[in-house]
């Protein structure tokens, strides 16, 4: 297994080797040691490999993932899984700000707390966090779903458009044209789905509430100019 | 951008690594603010004693002769320690006002830096390795201590811009972000008596806190008043002769990590900044919440 000391090798070379993957290679599996808090760790990968980094990192650590599965053995900075189109990131500790943002697929599990704006402007990535999650959750999210087991900050969904959102714990406030809405079937088949993908098996669909967008701000209406 | 670092002691033994240890954490953050770098450390004090930092762009004419002139103004012993373009002047604690108003007739070129019983405060433009090597940070001892690497954003590049900011007896601030609203501030400020060095919107924040504390608010309930006063983005790091705070705005954009063990608390705008910590690997790490104060006191 390639494994990188990126106390001793640059993260360029970390990063070039996983775009060096090819269809067919045997070399699936890839381990990152020492990553002391760098920024952009595994970014940009675009094939079904697996990495393992084991420590905390900074920045934008598996951003823009496509296809890979990603865990981190540790904390990660702002902007884990920015962009995210395919694959699965696992954050074993904490993340901070804006977490999975802008995710067009894939997986995103966080197994701590997420800080501010998790998932703000996700357009289709899943996100699973067993802890809490920050203030501005989930900001002009347009698909995808964002699942907390734990609590969530001010403000949550604001502007929301699509995305579906499900909190298990208590909710600070929510944000404009965010609303809680009634659990379906179908929702309860989704959220079973999702936990189960996330490896959690000691939680149930029913103990979750659904919020989602009232819809009232998609076409700009001079009533609703407060709410803006 | 800028890069914050802050290091509070909890354990003795870890002082006389203070300098070094928190110009390491400094040097890890070049790359948030490569404009100016300033660092202030919280050193050993004695009963009655002072400290005055000073900064001068001529230093070999204006520190010349500046201790036995001083001495003779203000009737006192001092003695002066010349490092580069700074100098720590130490003398009674009762002759700091005295002293500062005598150094801006015998020396006008010259600007205090800080003042009072324990903080020493260097800054320069410049990145900080540079700025900590010339100041000999490396071999200073101390309980805490802030630091900051800047990228200008709402003022010029000059030694004068560069942060911390002192406008108290041993109070100093950093600050990653921008305030909104420091020119009407300043304003106001300016009506109720506090004195400003610079155009420099983080001097209103400094000079802000001295102005509760100068009120007997103690430093919690100064950064408490300062989330309704003060508009704009921040994450601030806050000295005190014996106290460590930190503050972060409500909308809280700005980076923070904070870590703390048995032997510290300390304080990066990136983990990258607390990874050369002593066991770092076994302290609670966490992010601070939006508008919330922290605050650790000796």
């Known amino acids: ?228 | 951008m800028c890069g914050i670092v802050g290091l509070f002691l909890k354990d003795k033994a870890l002082e006389p690594r203070l300098g070094a240890l928190l110009s390491d954490m400094l040097i890890t953050m070049t790359d948030r603010g490569p404009d100016s770098a300033g660092i202030a450390i919280y050193g050993p004090s004695a009963k009655g004693a002072g400290k005055i930092t000073v900064q001068s762009a001529d230093p070999k004419s204006d520190f010349k002769g500046l201790g036995a002139a001083l001495s003779k103004k203000i009737g006192t012993e001092v003695s002066v320690d010349v490092r580069a373009t700074h100098a720590v002047i130490s003398l009674a604690v009762d002759k700091l006002d005295a002293a500062r108003d005598a150094l801006t007739e015998l020396r006008p070129g010259i600007t205090v830096m800080g003042r009072g019983e324990s903080v020493e405060i260097f800054k320069e433009v410049g990145l900080p390795k540079d700025v900590a090597e010339r100041f000999g940070i490396g071999k200073m001892s101390g309980t805490h201590g802030i630091g900051h690497t800047r990228m200008a954003t709402e003022s010029a590049v000059t030694t004068f811009g560069a942060h911390p900011f002192s406008t108290g007896p041993d109070q100093c601030l950093v600050h990653n972000g921008s305030l909104s609203n420091h020119n009407n501030l300043r304003r106001e400020l300016i009506k109720a008596g506090l004195r400003f060095e610079t155009e420099n919107d983080t001097e209103v924040a400094a000079a802000y806190l001295s102005h509760k504390l100068a009120e007997g608010q103690n430093l919690g309930h100064a950064l408490e008043s300062g989330l309704s006063d003060l508009d704009g983005f921040y994450t601030f790091v806050v000295g005190t002769k014996s106290g460590f705070g930190v503050l972060r705005d409500p909308i809280a954009c700005k980076p923070a990590v904070m870590a703390e063990t048995d032997e510290y608390v300390a304080f990066g705008s990136e983990y990258r900044a607390l990874v050369g910590l002593p066991g770092i690997e076994n302290a609670r790490v966490w992010e601070p919440e939006p508008a919330t104060v922290y605050f650790w006191e000796h």
């Open chain 1, 1 to 228: 297994m390639p494994s990188f000391d990126l106390a001793k090798v640059p993260l360029r070379e970390l990063n070039q080797a996983l775009h060096n993957v090819t269809a067919g290679t045997n070399e699936m599996d890839f381990e990152v040691l020492n990553p002391r808090g760098a920024h952009a760790v595994a970014v940009g990968i675009d094939a079904p490999v697996n990495v393992d980094v084991r420590g905390n990192c900074g920045y934008y650590c598996a951003g823009m993932n496509a296809e890979a599965t990603i865990t981190v053995h540790g904390s990660v900075g702002p902007g884990v899984a920015e962009n995210m189109m395919s694959g699965t990131v696992v954050v074993k500790g904490d993340a901070s700000q804006y977490a999975g943002a802008t995710g067009h697929g894939g997986l995103l599990v966080i197994e701590g707390n997420a800080s501010s704006r998790c998932g703000i402007s996700m357009k289709g990535i899943d996100i699973v966090v067993k802890g809490n999650i920050g203030h501005m959750s989930a900001f002009m999210a347009q698909a995808g779903t964002l699942v907390v087991l734990g609590d969530a900050g001010d403000a949550l969904g604001d502007s929301l458009y699509e995305a579906k959102l499900f909190v298990r714990g208590k909710v600070k406030s929510l944000g404009a044209d965010c609303v809680k809405k009634k659990m379906k079937p179908k929702h309860l088949e989704l959220l079973a789905e999702l936990l189960k993908r996330a490896g959690i098996t000691d939680v149930k669909p029913e103990e979750f509430t659904r919020y989602g967008s009232a819809r009232q701000l998609y076409n700009f209406n001079i009533d609703n100019a407060d709410a803006y």
